[in-house]
């Protein structure tokens, strides 16, 4: 059984850089041909995909987040982490990480229960 669990930070002041890690257990990051996705959902609204790590450590990222985001990974630990910048309010959401066994198509199967990070000062 695959298990995810984000930590970090749950209050970002505006302008600073949001830091969050995600830990897999039951489950190697590095086998193929899983990816590893950040996933947000900010009060109100819809699931909005952020970025993933594939399993040999490529990064993709949402062209609407591209330039403030960054996906990192720590096969030593088996984790993966997200970083984004220059953080607003608007950046308030539950952030989730989960495994994408999709091909053509994004399919989660196992997701973390999600942190909630609030932008304020």
Do not use: H
Not at 50 to 62: L, N, T
Request: charge should be negative.
């Amino acid at each position: 059984q695959v298990q995810l669990q984000e930590s970090g930070p749950g209050l970002v002041k505006p302008s600073q850089t949001l830091s969050l890690t995600c830990t897999v257990s039951g489950g190697s990051i590095t086998t193929s041909y899983y990816a590893w996705s950040w996933i947000r959902q900010p009060p109100g609204k819809g699931l909005e995909w952020m970025g993933v790590i594939a399993y040999d450590g490529s990064p993709y990222y949402s062209p609407a987040l591209k330039s403030r985001t960054s996906i990192s990974r720590d096969t030593s630990k088996n984790q993966f982490s997200l970083q984004l910048s220059s953080v607003t309010p608007e950046d308030t959401a539950v952030y989730y990480c989960a495994r994408d066994v999709g091909t053509e198509v994004a399919e989660y199967d196992y997701w973390g229960q999600g942190t909630q990070v609030t932008v304020s000062s």
